[in-house]
């Protein structure tokens, strides 16, 4: 049984950092796409970072490039997301997923979901 459990999730002021860490039980990222989505009240769940297979790509969204930095470990079983120069626009509930399939984006394209982590930036 795969679960993703994330953690590293908080509250900082703008121009802070915050890194999150996703530990994988039962899977390893590599053979899919992986990586971190975002939803903010009231909006879609967004895509933030996504590793490609076999890490051949690296997504970001525009508003995070220069920014936010994916990475995973030896092991390939945790993921992270070192989140520098926080926003208030970057407040949401950070999610780690796996086992991505066909597309990228699309967050139903994936398999694994981890409960989420609050971030929390104030200006």
């Known amino acids: 049984q795969v679960q993703l459990v994330e953690s590293g999730g908080g509250s900082v002021q703008a121009g802070g950092s915050l890194r999150l860490s996703c530990f994988a039980s039962g899977y390893y990222y590599s053979n899919n796409y992986s990586g971190w989505f975002r939803q903010a009240p009231g909006k879609e769940r967004e895509a933030v970072a996504i590793l490609y297979p076999a890490g051949t790509h690296t997504y970001y969204a525009d508003s995070v490039k220069g920014r936010f930095t994916i990475s995973q470990d030896r092991a390939k079983t945790t993921l992270y997301l070192q989140m520098d120069n926080l926003k208030p626009e970057d407040t949401a509930i950070y999610y780690c997923?796996?086992?991505?399939?066909?597309?990228?984006?699309?967050?139903?394209?994936?398999?694994?979901w981890g409960r989420g982590t609050q971030v929390t930036v104030s200006s």
């Open positions: 997923a796996a086992g991505g399939r066909f597309t990228a984006l699309v967050p139903a394209n994936y398999r694994y």
